[in-house]
């Protein structure tokens, strides 16, 4: 049966360990550049920034980027003539409670990517019941990558209506956030290294009553040199790690191993009919045989990363008998939802109280999957979201196993699979 838990305590078991404040001596004595000119030009353009995507109006004043909605209008962003690698950014926002927003970091925008669409990084302002501000989303790419959903008291520092502080430490392929001095996110990406930053004012739709919303930003503040010595220290405990088949070695000190490498064995049945090894992932194509590991667990955690075309269903099998089933399309909704702990419990987006979007992403982009097990508790987590919280005392599922994969139609790819034993 589901045990009923408090939001707070779900939430708390996947962090792995309390959410700590921004150590002091990662704020103080920082020798900041200021992000904003100091008055506007002319004709009320902001020196060293140009507006990309829509029509929003974006002004300076009294210390302030003030952006406005406007309606029938495509996402638009005030966007940094500058280019940056690695830097340490603060700033502080405002936003109306109906107005998502945002800042884009490392940022591109090409003529050869979807005629200049901006895209990349972004940090998230979400004022809405979810509450992912902080969160990194890859705008016009590959989605959300790191949501806080996992840290409660995170997301509930968010002041809707008021200022609000995030900080953004990007170096190397790191990135991490912080949210009112509380750590929201951690990302390990290779995709991007360089770019520019944008002030988002999102598309409100076409009514004319959602014109008009204000997003403000102030005290935005970059520091490029000197980083290390700067920067918080390393938490890898809730580390989403995008480097295909890579492993860091802060997690692999945390016990984390790759349960799967494209040169090294471990699996059985892998050479059966419908099953290949293709350019660093694990393909089925209409498999009938479960490849499995050679080796059993009990508890763990396991992430992957999966790739479904349209109408391709699978599962991924672990404690010999529960699956988190798999499915792109139609055959994936309802009852039938990926991350549904199969013949068990539906999935049911546990994190979002008002989901406007599916938690699997379209049909050929990548789904992050994770799989807790402690002791009794087993939780399902799909691209940020928790589907599955279950308590399995009287469900028959054994306490220990192999982990394996299912593909019953269509082609499904999976890579990037990691597991910490416990």
Known sequence: ????????????????AAAMPLPASATNNVPWRSLLPPRPAADGSIPGWRVLGGRAGFRLENGEIIGRSVEKSPNSFLCSEALFGDFILEFEVKTDPKLNTGMMIRALSRPDYRDGVVHGYQVEVDPSAR????????????LWLASPAHRPETMESFRASDWNRLRVEAIGPRIRTWLNGLPAANLVDDLTLRGFFGLQ??????????????????????????LARHAAPIDASDEQDYIANHLTAERRALGWRLLWEPNRQGWLMLNMPGWSVEEGCIVARNATAAPMTADSFSEFDLELDVQMEEGAEGHIGYLDNARYRLAQGPAGQGREATGTLVSRVVASNLTDPNPDKPSVKPAGLWNRVQIMVRKDRIQHWLNGSKLVDYQRDDSNIPAKGRISLG????????????????
């Not at 049966?1 to 792995?16: D, E, F, N, Y």
């Not at 004012?201 to 503040?221: I, K, Q, S, T, Y």
């Not at 593909?407 to 890579?415: A, V």
């Open 131 to 142: 509450r992912w501000s902080g969160g990194l989303y890859d705008e016009q790419r590959r």
């Open 201 to 226: 004012v999102h598309d409100v739709g076409p009514d004319p009553a959602n014109a008009g919303l204000e997003v403000r930003f102030r005290d935005m503040r970059i520091l490029t040199d000197d």
């Open 407 to 422: 593909n019953r139609t269509g082609t499904i790819r999976f890579r990037s699979l990691r597991i910490r034993p416990l």
């Open 1 to 16: 049966m589901a045990l009923a838990v408090s939001r707070r305590a779900a939430l708390a078991l996947m962090a792995g």
